[in-house]
């Protein structure tokens, strides 16, 4: 089956505790991003990647990496979570060479950082 | 600065009604807008749409952009429960970069 994997589902941490959030994708797909949904601000991009070996920042970059170094993979590091950066987290990816392709999303991260 | 704007923000509505969901965009660079419903937990694509005046459908959803006027309108008609759901509009500036959302429309459909 086509699909985005994200790890972990629900995730609870402490202030400055290093983190990773996994994605994978099985479609051979060469763009991946990362978004955050919270309340009232709607889903916002915080990484893409046009492929491997490149990265480039969205919307909310600060207090997060990424690297690309596998088609397949684009992990979400956390170097020093905060509590602002609470939120549910979502991968997403497409193909750029079918013209009519739309955005696979992950079943997304819960994350609390208290 | 880009930006998308969908309206209204909530709507509720009974069952057999149609609705009419708005978005509307200033994004430099356009390339396409994407549409997607989220229930429970991921966004699932609905439409893409590139070229204005051509009508996308799929089933009691349909969906138009207007590339002059910057909007797009995605209409369900004879709603049902299974409607209900926060519909996302998005805007990508060029193939495989930004992808801006609008903040949803909460669609609540009543039996």
């Known amino acids: 089956e086509a699909q985005v994997t994200q790890n972990p589902r629900y995730l609870i941490t402490v202030t400055g505790k290093k983190l990773t959030v996994t994605c994978s994708q099985n479609m051979n797909h060469e763009y991946m991003s990362w978004y955050r949904q919270d309340p009232g601000l709607g889903l916002r991009q915080i990484y893409y990647?046009?492929?491997?070996?490149?990265?480039d920042k969205g919307d909310v970059p600060e207090g997060y990496k990424v690297s690309r170094k596998e088609k397949r993979n684009f992990p979400l590091i956390l170097e020093s979570p905060s509590p602002n950066q609470t939120s549910l987290y979502f991968c997403?990816?497409?193909?750029?060479?079918?013209?009519?392709?739309?955005?696979?999303f992950g079943s997304g991260t819960r994350l609390t950082v208290v | 600065e880009d930006k998308v704007v969908q309206s209204p923000l909530s709507l509720v509505v009974h069952e057999g009604d149609t609705v009419t969901l708005n978005c509307s965009y200033e994004v430099t660079n356009f390339r396409s807008l994407l549409w997607y419903k989220q229930e429970k937990k991921a966004p699932t694509f609905l439409f893409m749409l590139?070229?204005?005046?051509i009508e996308k459908k799929s089933g009691r959803l349909s969906s138009i952009l207007d590339k002059k006027e910057l909007f797009s309108i995605l209409n369900i008609t004879a709603t049902q429960t299974g409607d209900s759901a926060i519909y996302l509009c998005a805007v990508e500036k060029q193939a495989g970069t930004a992808l801006i959302f609008g903040k949803g429309t909460t669609l609540s459909v009543s039996s």
């Open positions: 997403a990816s497409s193909s750029l060479r079918d013209p009519n392709y739309g955005y696979t």
């Open positions: 990647s046009m492929n491997v070996e490149v990265t």
């Open positions: 590139t070229s204005s005046g």
